[in-house]
């Protein structure tokens, strides 16, 4: 049985352990390839192929912001090897090319096919994107910066700001009962 | 086992053990602060970072399927983390009843104008104010100007602070001493009257002596050399927050036989609830990611027709978007790609966060696991989808009013997958030990002394019977200010 079909019948609900139960399926279903097991250049290019899928910035392809899918502080490195090899068998099935070698609308239908299918795959994609766009959001990897794409400056943008300005208030006001407010 | 010995052991550092160790040293008492968390110097030990290795280090969460608690273990607290905002309880809170029985569920004796002079001491010591607009966010004005456009009511509120820049990081800490922490106020006036600090300890459990003096004897463990040590008191102040304060009698519970079975119950979320829209294009636009979180505009408009209110913030990156999944509310709207970019970035410059606290019933429990730490339970599922959807709906209305269009804001957890089932996830979370007139009803009684253990009190939020629909820090200030001359009552 093809590891995606597997994934795909694994009936695991969706309610925040889920991934925990993809550690038996990695045993079902043989070892993932080795490339995938480390951190090799062809695993961090499908990383990368991915961060640029679920956020289309030419800012995201900095190593750094994947680093957060083997950082084991986060938990999401026991899976990581799985969820890049789902990746690459993914796009090998609907393309009969890997990960890294088709387009970007390739990439997100290999993406939504896996997110439509449901169960393990999709919790693996929804796991690994989620902390992407955290990482890259928030400016984790570079607190001084924090991510312009997004109008966030981090520490340099400290006083930086739009300036206020005293709200021109009309009214009519609805009275207050004096119990209610300060 | 080494012993210490002193007049008053107050356990926690937050909002309501550091007004009480201060008060009570400044009365000539001997007091032993514990804190299980590490001690902070908000000049060195603060950063500006929305890196998780960080805030992690102090923030701390227990979840179940409908109920999230967030809160700090550090010294000083939840103080350290808050955003400032310093509001009165309204009076319509303290005259909420039990659904089961009608009766109310604050302590007879105990409501708003008896807890207003309390409350100005609270302000006086935390300095809270209202400040100058040109002080606050530009999302506080928009907010303003888009209630008042609406036909609602904007109020300011007080911020406690001395000399804010606006730097936008209050959630992980103001590195500048402006905000009026309790690492600022209470704890350095406590030290300076000669209080003792202890840091980096867990108080595992409470028991009695046969001591007719030192009536009381903590057992603790020090986090760093993993040693256990005792404290003897003659009183002891429970300090520790729900979460803390709870776990803390319920491991006591062998040794403290009489404690109410309330313990660990009637956990309350302040009803939280979170929305995010966008403004209209022709709307002034706003800046998510500057200036002081809290906008200090607060609409008290549906108090009566629903028992909330409502109020906006500045969230930074991390917290909005580890939190919950935002798309645009159309089917097929997907939470990555370009679309979903596109919507990232207009949040920055037209998105506006609601968030609504209000009166819901506390069904949440706390009890201990095997390893005696604590886990929540969620209580009626009913209560929180119901709540959740009504108060959803009101901000979705809110919005539309306001000619905003509402976003689709779906929680998520830890592993970024949805909830299956409704979610609460609060930081100003009451009720594990609340106040109440008898121990069948709660826990302490009005003046926070444990039924049936005299010289044992409690000084936080666990105490308060209710959510309270505003911020709480405040409260459980004035609370614990109240609450003063009846443990000086007692050693006396």
Same mark, same amino acid.
């Given at each position: ?12 609900s ?19 390839p ?33 680093d ?44 939504q ?6 169960? /393990?795959g ?17 400016? /984790? ?35 207050i ?6 | 086992?080494?012993?210490?010995? &002193? ?30 968390g ?35 273990e #550090?010294?000083?607290?939840?103080s350290g ?16 009843v ?30 809270? &104010? ?5 002080r606050?966010?530009?999302s ?9 456009r ?15 820049i ?27 009257a000669?209080? !003792? ?6 108080v ?9 003096? +030192? ?5 603790? =463990? ?11 008191a ?12 709870? #776990? ?13 079975q309330?313990v660990?119950?009637n ?5 939280m609830? !979170?929305g ?21 505009? $607060? ?6 027709? +629903? ?38 970035k ?24 095997? =390893? ?23 901000? =979705? ?10 976003? =689709?804001?779906?929680? $998520? ?12 996830? &609060?930081?100003?979370m ?33 105490a ?18 109240? $609450? ?5 009552e007692?050693?006396s």
């Open positions: 049985m093809k590891r995606r079909t597997l994934l795909k019948s694994a009936a695991v969706i309610g925040g352990y889920a991934l925990q139960a993809c550690l038996p399926i990695k045993y079902v279903t043989g070892s993932v080795k490339s995938f097991k480390t951190r090799t250049a062809l695993a961090e290019e499908t990383a990368l192929r991915f961060a640029v899928t679920v956020i289309p910035s030419e800012s995201i392809l900095d190593p750094r912001h994947v957060v899918l083997w950082d084991p502080f986060y938990g999401f490195d026991r899976y990581n090897p799985l969820f890049l090899d789902l990746l690459h068998t993914t796009s090998d099935d609907l393309f009969g090319c890997p990960f890294t070698q088709i387009t970007h609308a390739q990439r997100e239908r290999v993406m096919s896996i997110l439509d299918d449901g169960g /393990i999709a919790d693996l994609v929804n796991g690994a994107l989620v902390a992407i766009q955290c990482s890259f959001y928030a400016g /984790i990897t570079d607190a001084d910066t924090g991510c312009p794409t997004i109008g966030f400056y981090g520490r340099s943008g400290v006083g930086q700001g739009e300036p206020s300005f005293v709200p021109d208030l009309r009214g009519p006001r609805a009275p009962a004096q119990t209610h407010a300060n | 086992m080494k012993t210490l010995t &002193t007049d008053v052991l107050v356990i926690g550092s937050g909002f309501g053990g550091s007004v009480v160790a201060r008060r009570l040293q400044e009365e000539g008492h001997q007091v032993t602060l514990i804190e299980k590490p001690r902070i110097d908000p000049y060195t030990d603060f950063q500006q970072t929305q890196d998780p290795k960080y805030l992690l280090k102090y923030i701390h969460n227990i979840s179940s399927d409908h109920l999230g608690l967030t809160y700090a #550090a010294l000083g607290g939840g983390f808050y955003e400032m905002a310093s509001i009165r309880t309204p009076s319509a809170v303290f005259e909420q039990d659904s089961e029985n009608g009766n109310r569920l604050w302590p007879h004796g105990i409501d708003r104008t008896i807890l207003d002079p309390y409350y100005d001491k609270a302000e006086e010591a935390v300095n809270a &104010t209202i400040v100058d607009w040109d606050l966010p530009r506080a004005a928009v907010f303003a100007q888009m209630l008042d609406a036909g609602y009511t904007p109020t300011r509120i007080k911020h406690a602070e001395r000399g804010c606006g730097s936008g990081y209050c959630i992980s800490g103001c590195i500048y001493g402006a905000k009026q922490s309790m690492l600022v106020t209470h704890l350095p006036a406590a030290e300076e000669g209080a !003792q600090i202890l840091t980096d300890v867990d595992r459990y409470i028991r009695l002596t046969h001591s007719l003096d +030192h009536r009381y004897e903590a057992v603790c =463990r020090d986090r760093v050399s993993q040693d256990l040590f005792r404290v003897r003659k009183a002891v102040t429970l300090g520790a927050g729900v979460v803390g304060s709870a #776990a803390i009698l319920l491991r006591s519970r062998a040794h403290l036989p009489e404690l109410s309330h660990g119950r956990v309350t979320t302040n009803g609830v !979170q995010l829209g966008l403004l209209p294009d022709d709307a002034p636009v706003i800046d998510m990611y500057a200036g002081r979180s809290h906008s200090g505009v $607060i609409c008290y408009d549906h108090m009566d027709s +629903h028992g909330v209110t409502i109020s906006s913030c500045n969230t930074l990156p991390l917290y909005m978007y580890s939190a919950a999944r935002i798309t645009h509310d159309r089917d097929g709207a997907k939470h990555w790609g370009q679309e979903h970019l596109q919507l990232v207009k949040i920055q410059t037209h998105g506006l966060v609601l968030y609504s606290l209000g009166m819901m019933p506390g069904v949440g429990m706390i009890r201990i696991n095997g =390893r005696g730490e604590p886990v929540v339970e969620s209580g009626n599922d009913d209560e929180y989808t119901h709540y959740h959807d009504r108060v959803s709906k009101l901000l =979705r209305d809110v919005y539309r009013r306001m000619n905003c269009t509402p976003l =689709r804001v779906e929680r $998520i957890n830890a592993e970024g997958q949805l909830y299956s089932r409704t979610h609460i996830s &609060t930081t100003h009451t009720g594990s030990c609340r106040m109440a007139d008898s121990r069948d009803a709660g826990v302490c009684d009005k003046n926070g002394q444990v039924f049936r253990y005299d010289g044992l009190f409690v000084a936080d939020a666990s308060l019977p209710t959510s309270l629909a505003v911020n709480p820090s405040l409260t459980i200030m004035a609370n614990a200010e109240r $609450i003063v001359p009846s443990i000086l007692y050693l």
